[in-house]
């Protein structure tokens, strides 16, 4: 099983400023199956990055990933209000598929 | 638009089973794999396994191997998610989650059901 470690646990910032997400995964995972979820309170995740980089249907652009082979990435360029939320990595490379442990954006 | 709608909350003693639905609407519910992950109080999102509604094929997580059952109603546009001998360790919320295949995220959610095991 891939275990995906995220950091750090919670990153304290204020909107405007610039948010990187870590996942770091037990063994290489195919970059076209790694992606990242935003979770807010009370609500199912969505989707925000599918194949390390590519954004989801209405995501804005201040989201993007990079990465390859252990080590991905989720940048938030400037933080708007509504991106204060828990991010959540997932691989579907192999199975079971498996997310990270989640990083809580909260504000500062 | 594409949705997800799960039933309702569920309680349900120690070693007894539950059964979660999902019914698809806003597209060809034949087309897309359906996954089904869970989330319990504090621990992160867990998946569970998924099923190929056009031909009821299904793959799961060994953790939940001889546990769990997901089935398929075509007629209804239904997923559904059986999880036997229940233990509190299964108190969570249950979501059912599409992939967009040959892709393989999870782009639609449905919006999760709480199975709660208490005596």
């Known amino acids: 099983e891939i275990v995906l470690t995220q950091s750090p646990g919670t990153l304290s910032l204020s909107p405007g400023e610039r948010a990187t997400l870590s996942c770091r995964a037990s063994q290489s995972v195919t970059s076209s199956y790694l992606a990242w979820y935003q979770q807010k309170p009370g609500q199912a995740p969505r989707l925000l990055i599918y194949g390390t980089s590519s954004r989801a249907t209405g995501i804005p652009d201040r989201f993007s990933g990079s990465g390859s082979g252990t080590d991905f990435t989720l940048t938030i360029s400037r933080l708007e209000p509504e991106d204060f939320a828990v991010y959540y990595c997932q691989q579907c490379d192999t199975s079971p598929r498996t997310f990270g442990q989640g990083t809580k954006v909260e504000i500062k | 638009q594409v949705q997800l709608v799960q039933s309702g909350a569920e309680v349900k003693n120690p070693g007894a089973s539950v059964k979660v639905s999902c019914k698809a609407s806003?597209?060809?519910?034949?087309?897309?794999?359906m996954h089904w992950v869970r989330q319990a109080p504090g621990q992160r999102l867990e998946w569970m396994g998924w099923i190929t509604p056009d031909t009821g094929n299904t793959r799961y997580s060994q953790k939940f191997q001889g546990r769990v059952t997901i089935t398929r109603d075509i007629s209804a546009s239904t997923a559904y998610m059986e999880l036997s001998s229940l233990g509190s360790e299964d108190t969570a919320l249950y979501y059912c989650a599409r992939v967009p295949a040959p892709s393989k995220e999870l782009d639609y959610w449905g919006q999760g059901t709480l199975v709660t095991v208490s005596s």
């Open positions: 806003g597209y060809t519910f034949t087309s897309y794999p």
